[in-house]
């Protein structure tokens, strides 16, 4: 019985030391020096070639950047939807979501976001020959009007809080963003909300299909390009001063107009002593 005894207070012993020597996602990127990013494919954030696989795009580009300035290997591991975005961060399959997500407190309780690089602006889109639209979008929100979104993307919400009355045309996960465009550019839904940038790709491949509603956009987000565990504060941290130092040094910026040359997908953030003249 002593015996017994003896072992289990070993056991419950051990049992602290064990879980002290568990090693964070911090700890295992600095001494590895590699950084494993799940990815959302969303042009202009991040751009997959059909053909090759390779990535592009302005969250792609600024986590690249990062990686340099870090001394970390950026090693881009799985394309995620948005509806199991966040279940890598926990699995440990991945150590961040590098997807320049937009920041809302529904997805704050799931992860822990990095400073925002950029504001996100979302724009309304109508078939080019509808005029319900033209004079107010306070007539989306009708029973006789369908949203195109796609699964657990923001615009779902938008569509939610915003237009409850209005129905919904969901496309699944993973589904490109031009998609949306194509349901209202064929009759399946009446009205999108998405940036500029892939907007104005599809009228320029469909030119008289699709219109802007409005010149103002109809939300702005903060759009940090990381996510990661909420545990992962030190990892968080870390990437904050780095995007700062690329916000301040100018690189975000041109990155951005490099792939949105008018800026109408996007909102630079004010340089702190700039805000305070």
Not at 138 to 156: F, H, R, W, Y
Request: hydrophobic share 40%; with cysteine; charged share 25%.
């Amino acid at each position: 019985m002593k015996q017994i005894i003896l072992a289990i207070i070993a056991l419950l012993i051990a049992l602290p030391a064990q879980a002290a020597e568990k090693e964070s996602v911090y700890d295992r990127v600095m001494h590895t020096g590699v950084m494993r990013c799940a990815y959302i494919v969303y042009p202009p954030e991040t751009i997959k070639d059909p053909n090759t696989g390779a990535l592009s795009g302005t969250v792609v580009e600024t986590i690249e950047a990062l990686g340099k300035q870090l001394d970390l290997k950026i090693e881009w591991t799985e394309e995620v939807p948005f509806t199991h975005m966040f279940e890598g961060l926990y699995s440990g399959r991945h150590d961040a979501l590098c997807s320049g997500l937009f920041e809302n407190p529904q997805r704050a309780k799931r992860a822990l976001f990095s400073v925002p690089s950029n504001y996100g602006v979302t724009y309304a889109f109508a078939r080019s020959d509808d005029t319900r639209f033209d004079d107010s979008l306070t007539a989306v929100n009708s029973p006789d009007i369908t949203i195109a979104v796609i699964d657990g993307e923001l615009a779902q919400s938008i569509a939610a809080e915003m237009f409850p009355d209005a129905k919904t045309y969901a496309l699944p996960q993973l589904t490109d963003i031009s998609m949306v465009l194509e349901s209202v550019a064929t009759k399946k839904a009446d009205v999108a909300f998405l940036q500029k940038a892939p907007g104005r790709r599809f009228i320029e491949a469909n030119p008289g299909k699709i219109k802007t509603i409005g010149k103002e956009p109809i939300r702005a987000y903060p759009a940090p390009p990381l996510a990661f565990h909420p545990d992962e504060i030190k990892l968080k941290l870390l990437f904050d001063v780095g995007i700062r130092t690329l916000l301040l040094n100018g690189t975000i910026e041109n990155i951005l107009r490099k792939y949105d040359p008018e800026l109408d997908s996007y909102r630079l953030i004010a340089k702190p002593y700039e805000a305070a003249e």
